[in-house]
């Protein structure tokens, strides 16, 4: 009996230990396959790669922490992010876009007095804080393309200058800019860009306006409106004009819009389509094209919106909510730069 469990141990011993020498032998083979392969094929063929394929496919607003902030909203109804600071890892966010090779337009109108007054600062304060990591072009429409300042942009960005009549009116500067930027997607920064931006000028960059804004159409909260009820929102009330509105979701801000190209060329092109309805009507609407953009994003929700930290106006006394102001409205002087 003795030797019959002697035998099974011995047995066992000898199965335990001709597994160890296969494993060992496996783990050998494989390391000096890597090792041989490393030498071969670039690094994102081999499994050491498996790490930067899984964030190359991850969804990034899985990643949001949507309680981060419970004094203010960072969702909507429709489940849009509303992006405010706290929710997310800017790391994961620039990783992501970099790898993607995410490449942005920015667009700013800097027409008559504008130019003098707003764009140089505008454009430095851009190069410090706007989508860094990423690759930039910035398109400056203006009348005075001989008076946009030489500036120093840093690498993969870009600037580029296009002519654009001036009108009369400021109001007609506010809303022809719709035509120029759809025309301008069509023509020069599709086949460049994925994404378009377009800000007004008269703004200036003081922190991270990064990856976490982008999104397939983003719209941003109005800072004078986000805490308001609904009742209070200055949409257009007359009847008569395309950009009427009973009700809407929130008031949004036409100093910044965006998403990817398609998307921002249809809501330029609605907007148009308003306002030019409008003037064979004799209407103009209230806010001019801020009024047809809530329209527009009232009928085609955006799938991203950006918190008044995004654009800030340091008149406001109440700004327990704002922890980091990215972007502030520069002071205005609109008696001095605006023709009637």
């Known amino acids: 009996m003795k030797r019959t469990i002697f035998s099974v141990v011995s047995g066992l011993k000898a199965r335990s230990g001709a597994i160890s020498c296969c494993v060992l032998l496996l783990v050998v083979s494989l390391t000096l396959y890597l090792s041989l392969m490393k030498n071969i094929f670039p690094a994102d063929y081999l499994p050491v790669a498996k790490d930067k394929l899984l964030r190359q496919s991850i969804n990034l607003d899985n990643t949001l922490n949507f309680g981060a ?114 025309e301008a997607i069509e023509s020069e920064i599709r086949p460049h860009c994925n994404y378009v931006f377009c800000f007004d000028v008269d703004q200036e960059f003081k922190g991270r306006f990064g990856s976490e804004a982008l999104g397939d159409s983003v719209a941003l909260l109005h800072a004078w409106y986000y805490k308001l009820p609904k009742d209070k929102f200055t949409y257009d009330r007359n009847p008569k004009s395309k950009a009427y509105m009973e009700t809407g979701d929130y008031y949004y801000h036409a100093a910044i819009f965006g998403g990817l190209c398609d998307n921002v060329k249809d809501l330029a092109d609605y907007c148009f389509l308003g306002i030019m309805e409008d003037k064979l009507n004799n209407v103009e609407a209230l806010w001019h094209d801020e009024s047809h953009l809530n329209k527009y994003f009232w009928l085609h929700k955006p799938s991203r919106l950006v918190s008044p930290e995004y654009c800030w106006d340091p008149v406001i006394n109440e700004k327990r909510d704002i922890n980091v102001t990215r972007l502030i409205w520069a002071p205005k002087h609109y008696d001095k730069l605006r023709t009637r």
């Open 69 to 182: 902030r419970p004094q203010v909203q960072t969702i909507t109804s429709w489940k849009a992010p509303i992006i405010w600071e706290g929710m997310f890892n800017p790391n994961l966010f620039d990783q992501k876009h970099i790898q993607s090779q995410s490449s942005v337009a920015l667009t700013v109108f800097a027409v008559g007095k504008y130019l003098d007054v707003y764009l140089g600062n505008f454009i430095t304060s851009a190069e410090k804080h706007f989508m860094l990591g990423l690759q930039v072009t910035y398109y400056v429409f203006t009348d005075q393309a001989d008076k946009v300042p030489i500036i120093e942009l840093g690498p993969r960005r870009s600037l580029k200058v296009i002519q654009v009549e001036k009108h009369s009116r400021w109001q007609d500067i506010s809303m022809m800019r719709m035509k120029t930027i759809s």
